[in-house]
């Protein structure tokens, strides 16, 4: 796998691109899951934990996950990148350009996510790479949610000597 330095701006420009890699692997989201979510986050929502009105009430005749659960699973959804970036000291999300739920996720689908480069800066504190996600349930074709994430890397800190 190929490694560029979070400060090579330059490099990092060279896989901006218009396509996207691969898809991950997929996760399944259970209602066990959902549940959780709501206990957690306090939001008992019925289209989210209530399986038998969801049923009878909801359009999507289940329940369906929140969609800041489906956020949230990003960091499970492992995919195998041609190329990562190396040399930081740490990284911190630095929020979102852009964030929309499309569709839905079914309780007991599984989802799946893709990624592309969108745009690197530098700056002052480090290297900023906005990067474009789409979760996707599998089989389907329209998009769960898309995100354009922001994320600065940073150098790595100095230690004082003593």
Same mark, same amino acid.
């Given at each position: 796998?190929?490694?560029? %330095?979070?400060?090579?701006?330059?490099?990092? %420009?060279? !896989? =901006?691109?218009?396509?996207?890699? &691969?898809?991950?692997? *997929? =996760? &399944?989201?259970?209602?066990?899951? #959902? @549940?959780?979510? +709501?206990? $957690?986050?306090?939001?008992?929502?019925? =289209?989210?934990?209530?399986?038998?009105?969801? !049923?009878?009430? *909801?359009?999507?005749?289940?329940?369906?996950?929140?969609?800041?659960?489906? $956020?949230? /699973?990003?960091?499970?959804?492992?995919? @195998?990148? *041609?190329?990562? =970036? +190396?040399?930081?000291?740490?990284?911190? @999300?630095?929020?979102?350009?852009? /964030?929309?739920?499309?569709?839905?996720?079914? +309780?007991?689908?599984?989802?799946?996510?893709? *990624? %592309? $480069?969108?745009?690197? &800066?530098?700056?002052?504190?480090?290297?900023?790479? !906005?990067?474009?996600?789409?979760?996707?349930?599998?089989?389907?074709?329209?998009?769960? /949610? #898309?995100?354009?994430?922001?994320?600065?890397?940073?150098?790595?800190? !100095? %230690?004082?000597?003593?």
């Amino acid at each position: 796998m190929e490694e560029i %330095r979070f400060d090579d701006v330059e490099k990092l %420009r060279t !896989k =901006i691109s218009d396509a996207f890699s &691969e898809w991950s692997e *997929s =996760i &399944e989201v259970t209602q066990d899951m #959902i @549940n959780r979510f +709501a206990e $957690l986050t306090g939001d008992h929502q019925w =289209i989210h934990v209530d399986v038998e009105r969801a !049923k009878r009430e *909801s359009p999507f005749r289940t329940t369906i996950a929140h969609g800041f659960l489906t $956020l949230s /699973l990003l960091p499970c959804m492992h995919s @195998n990148p *041609s190329w990562k =970036i +190396a040399g930081y000291g740490n990284a911190t @999300n630095y929020g979102a350009d852009k /964030l929309r739920f499309v569709s839905p996720v079914p +309780a007991g689908a599984k989802v799946h996510a893709r *990624s %592309r $480069l969108v745009a690197v &800066e530098g700056r002052p504190q480090g290297t900023q790479v !906005k990067q474009e996600i789409q979760v996707q349930v599998v089989g389907q074709e329209r998009p769960a /949610l #898309i995100y354009e994430m922001l994320v600065l890397y940073h150098p790595p800190m !100095k %230690r004082a000597a003593g």
